[in-house]
């Protein structure tokens, strides 16, 4: 059977022709995005060849190359990302873990960035006779992260929100308040006088990928002023929401005035029932008067640390009488 050397490919972007940024049914991209797109497949490590079109797919999703050859007795099959042969059969004998059907097509599956390369097949007879053959460039772009979206609260009850998502390239950041999408894209983004049941979330719009969005978590802005007490009875319970994603990435800290309660091993500070559930929320339970003070949640995520305090006041059952009468 003839060797068969596989020619190299060009790594040289000067050379890109505008059709590379055609993705199959959707519209040209403008050239900021295209130079973000050029960006990512130097940062996923392509080597795919630059005189043709790439064929653009998301990560996680499957894609098919098809090369509609049938199989032969005593043939042969190879199929190369980029240099690496990742399938062969030869008289019956197949090397290699690809799905590859009895026509000889590709089946990739589960993709990843560091799929993203140019696969060629290369199918023989018995008698050595080129039969077919194909190639394709593959280009897995990253799916948009989930972004966590956080409240900082000042020392004079100003909210503030940040979207933190882990990574900023390639996606653009929006804004919505009552799922009505704002004009700011800043980040950090203070609103300005926010209701009490305003809800605000981000979301990440992947650049590369049409249609791939990722939201956030719902948040109501909670900032009390530093005047602000909340009272509570001695003996009752009382929640101090925090609502952060169940699957947060980041650290999270309660304090009461200066002692750390959550994470710890002992709650001597506080002589109450201390619980944090899966959103952050602190719950304390069989309140005592000891336990007053002003507790501040600190959540850290990219670097970036969030707060939310609220002063608690907890008042002895006949203080509560007398401020009844």
């Known amino acids: 059977m003839p060797s068969h050397t596989p020619s190299h490919t060009q790594n040289n972007l000067s050379q890109l022709k505008p059709d590379f940024f055609f993705s199959k049914g959707r519209l040209k991209m403008d050239f900021h995005k295209a130079l973000v797109f050029v960006w990512c497949l130097c940062g996923v490590g392509l080597n795919a060849s630059t005189d043709s079109s790439c064929h653009m797919t998301l990560e996680g999703q499957s894609f098919a190359i098809t090369l509609g050859s049938p199989k032969q007795d005593g043939d042969a099959l190879v199929w190369r990302c980029n240099e690496t042969v990742i399938y062969e059969r030869r008289n019956g004998t197949i090397k290699g873990s690809a799905e590859v059907d009895d026509r000889g097509s590709l089946s990739l599956t589960n993709l990843t960035t560091a799929m993203s390369c140019t696969y060629r097949a290369e199918h023989w007879s018995k008698s050595a006779m080129p039969l077919k053959k194909t190639t394709a460039n593959v280009c897995v772009v990253p799916k948009a992260p989930v972004p966590t979206l956080v409240v900082t609260c000042s020392s004079s009850g100003v909210g503030s929100l940040y979207c933190a998502s882990g990574s900023s390239k390639g996606f653009t950041l929006s804004w919505f308040h009552n799922n009505v999408e704002l004009k700011e894209r800043v980040n950090p983004f203070t609103p300005t006088h926010p209701g009490e049941k305003d809800q605000y979330k981000c979301r990440l719009s992947n650049d590369l990928y049409l249609g791939d969005t990722q939201d956030s ?24 929401v925090l609502d952060l994603p169940e699957k947060s990435r980041g650290s999270l800290t309660w304090k009461c005035n200066d002692t750390t309660i959550y994470p710890s091993k002992t709650t001597a500070r506080v002589q109450s029932t201390v619980n944090v559930d899966k959103k952050g929320s602190l719950s304390l339970t069989k309140l005592t008067t000891s336990v007053s003070g002003t507790y501040t949640a600190e959540y850290r995520v990219d670097k970036i640390s969030a707060t939310k305090t609220e002063r608690l006041c907890v008042l002895r059952k006949y203080t509560q009488m007398l401020k009844m009468l």
């Open 217 to 240: 978590n719902d948040v109501i802005i909670s900032c009390p002023r530093p005047d602000e007490c909340t009272d509570k009875l001695e003996g009752s319970s009382h929640t101090i």
